[in-house]
């Protein structure tokens, strides 16, 4: 075909010129790329932390607002215990009336973090237009501390509290919520049955460092929970250590003193659809002011941390170091293709002369150019591989921190004060959480189509100025030009 | 045939208006041989590029068989071009990254001819010129002659009616110059060709069946 062999033999003489409009474009085009997948990756780390966070599914989260501590004047509560040291020693107070601490041991499971949310406002949710499917859910800490026998003598210390991260979950929505990011490695999840019943899932790492298996047992304020599952999370950090049914939850925690019997204290809610979110959102606040609601994307901009830097250098500094290449390359590839055009002018005259229409020769032109770019494209998207496989091999986990701007912060255990104030971090959307994700930049489909776009686009930038001018061109003019 | 009646061409050079020709009123019959001469800048390439539809006049008619080239459009000119007209020039203006044969087949492209019929008669024109065993050598692997005698096949392989010539021996030694005169005569009493040849040559001229040369823009027919 006359075409192509003109084509080639054309590209093959200017060889030096076309692989440096290549290589210019292979540069450009393998950095917008990179810089894509980049972003994929650190949008997929995002995802997964939020995924972990939130749950498969799971759209907007509803925690209860950060309850205050109590008092040092209005006195130990009149129910549940409390660990006050003075003058005389260590006491314990078990609804209101107060012993010495002196071989004693006080458990609790408490609901630190978050004041409770009435379990009617659940089903006031699941009535909201665009509301999917909501489930309620307590995060709760068991604590305990065993006082030895010498306690208060001189020369003792105060005991370290033992604690664990307990999460009652709604077993008849499993699907939403913490159980949902992740994997039972062993036994099975809390099923609907198991409501009232003292089964737990485990998790992991949990399992692990204590030993737990499925069959195993589990206590949790002193009562024993059967283990039937194992689940490992997505990725590293404090997610929940046990889980059991709500409703036991319910039976057995509390909220500084008070029962948490008709109570939640974080509710999943899922959307009709991803672009209902917004007004869930919105209708959630209105119904429960003192509540926080977050979704995933009012989460993802409390993200802080390596994580959420490397997003904001893939997408503000990478997306413009792309664009400015990208230009530079165009640049490039333009003023070469009419400075080419421009030494051909004879040539394009004598092909005017032989009766070939300006647009045929500006089509064998764009052929050219269309060809570099395309061969610049491939070169790009091998690039865009490379620089994908390069960020994946050196990057370094990257750390996300979330929830610290919301001005709730997690109480230390062992702290003077309430008992229950103390315990693990919640693995909530509210509470700080920090995680450590690996950052994998993949090339996506889109970027490849991209890829191809912006060769396309760059050759026919470049073939359209030089053609430009060739459909301007006199043939007189051209013959004249050189004669 | 060639009706060239009144025509002028002026060029801008700055603010002076320059005549390149000048009140010409030609015919040209069918099969006719024409050399024009002239001093360089008298206009002799001004009027080939006039009668090939490469440029058109600023006043004046130029018909070729009843066609006025100075009315119908780019397109139809073009169309003409291709099918009608072929061109030497004195530097053979060969595509240097096509072969031979490759260079002569440029002339077909436009006439949508068929690859195996392009193939035949690209063949047929190389044998024309001699030039059959060179087909698949670019022009730089080619002798000065070798290359307008490839000019001469690319204009003839269409089987044109006119042949326009703009000194076709102009770079060439004088064995050389006279082996391609005498293709052209040749090929010019073969297929009764019209030819308008620029030459300074008188030698050359000479042997045409009218000499014409170019004054200032006006051509006086001896």
């Known amino acids: 075909m006359f075409f192509v062999t003109y084509l080639r033999r054309e590209l093959r003489r200017r060889m030096r010129q076309a692989i440096f409009i290549v290589l210019g474009l292979a540069l450009g085009i393998g950095l917008v790329v990179t810089v894509t997948a980049a972003s994929a990756g650190v949008r997929k780390a995002q995802s997964q932390v939020l995924k972990s966070l939130y749950g498969v599914g799971t759209d907007v989260t509803i925690t209860g607002k950060a309850p205050k501590p109590p008092s040092p004047a209005s006195g130990p509560p009149k129910n549940g215990q409390t660990f006050t040291v003075g003058p005389g020693g260590g006491r314990v107070c078990t609804n209101g009336k107060c012993h010495n601490a002196a071989g004693q041991t006080i458990d609790s499971l408490d609901s630190t973090s978050y004041s409770p949310i009435s379990q009617s406002e659940v089903a006031a949710i699941a009535r909201l237009k665009n509301v999917k499917a909501v489930a309620g859910g307590l995060a709760l800490s068991d604590t305990s501390i065993t006082f030895p026998k010498h306690f208060g003598q001189a020369g003792g210390s105060l005991p370290t509290p033992a604690s664990f991260s307990v999460q009652g979950a709604d077993t008849s929505h499993v699907s939403l919520g913490p159980l949902s990011a992740g994997t039972i490695t062993a036994g099975r999840s809390l099923r609907a049955g198991d409501a009232n019943s003292d089964v737990a899932v485990i998790d992991a790492g949990y399992a692990k460092s204590h030993k737990l298996k499925v069959g195993s047992t589990v206590s949790v304020v002193g009562h024993k929970f059967a283990v039937v599952g194992i689940v490992e999370q997505p990725q590293s950090g404090s997610p929940p250590q046990v889980y059991i049914p709500l409703a036991r939850a319910q039976a057995l925690g509390k909220a500084l003193g008070k029962s948490l019997k008709g109570d939640v204290n974080t509710i999943y809610v899922t959307a009709i659809s991803a672009a209902n979110i917004p007004g869930v959102q919105r209708e959630i606040e209105n119904l429960l002011p003192s509540a926080t609601v977050t979704s995933a994307s009012s989460l993802a901009r409390q993200v802080t941390g390596s994580l959420s830097s490397t997003a904001r250098l893939a997408n503000d500094f990478g997306r413009w170091l792309s664009i400015l290449v990208l230009i530079a390359a165009f640049t490039v590839a333009s003023l070469l293709t009419m400075a080419a055009v421009a030494r051909r002018v004879r040539e394009f005259g004598t092909l005017k002369a032989l009766g070939w229409r300006s647009r045929r020769i500006v089509a064998q032109v764009m052929g050219e150019s269309l060809a570099v770019g395309l061969i610049g494209g491939a070169a790009g998207v091998g690039l865009g591989f490379a620089g994908a496989a390069v960020i994946t091999a050196i990057a370094p986990k990257l750390s996300a921190t979330i929830g610290g701007s919301t001005g709730q912060g997690v109480a230390s255990a062992g702290t003077a004060g309430a008992v229950g104030g103390g315990g693990p971090r919640f693995f909530s959307p509210a509470a700080p959480h920090t995680v450590a994700v690996p950052m994998s930049a993949s090339v996506t489909l889109a970027a490849i189509v991209a890829a191809v776009v912006l060769a396309l686009v760059g050759g026919l930038l470049a073939g359209s100025f030089g053609s430009w001018r060739i459909a301007r061109l006199r043939p007189a003019d051209a013959l004249a030009r050189v004669a | ?222």
């Open chain 2, 1 to 222: 045939m060639y009706q060239l009646t009144d025509v002028n061409k002026l060029y801008s050079k700055g603010r002076r208006t320059v005549p390149a020709v000048r009140d010409l009123t030609l015919t040209i019959e069918d099969g006719q041989w024409l050399a024009v001469q002239g001093k360089t800048g008298h206009g002799k390439s001004t009027l080939l590029n006039l009668l090939g539809g490469l440029d058109r006049p600023t006043s004046g008619t130029i018909e070729l068989d009843g066609q006025d080239l100075t009315r119908v459009s780019e397109d139809r000119v073009t169309r003409l071009r291709a099918q009608s007209i072929g061109f030497i020039f004195q530097t053979f203006n060969l595509v240097p990254t096509l072969s031979a044969a490759e260079n002569v087949e440029a002339a077909l492209i436009p006439l949508a001819v068929g690859s195996a019929e392009r193939s035949r008669r690209v063949q047929a024109a190389l044998d024309s010129v001699g030039l059959a065993d060179r087909a698949r050598h670019l022009p730089g692997e080619l002798s000065g002659g070798q290359q307008q005698r490839t000019a001469i096949a690319r204009a003839l392989v269409k089987a044109p009616k006119v042949l326009l010539a703009d000194e076709p021996t102009g770079n060439l030694d004088e064995d050389t110059r006279d082996e391609i005169i005498n293709l052209l005569e040749k090929l010019w009493r073969e297929r009764g060709l019209t030819l308008v040849l620029v030459t300074h040559d008188t030698g050359i001229a000479q042997r045409a069946q009218r000499v014409g040369v170019m004054t200032k823009g006006q051509l006086k027919i001896s």
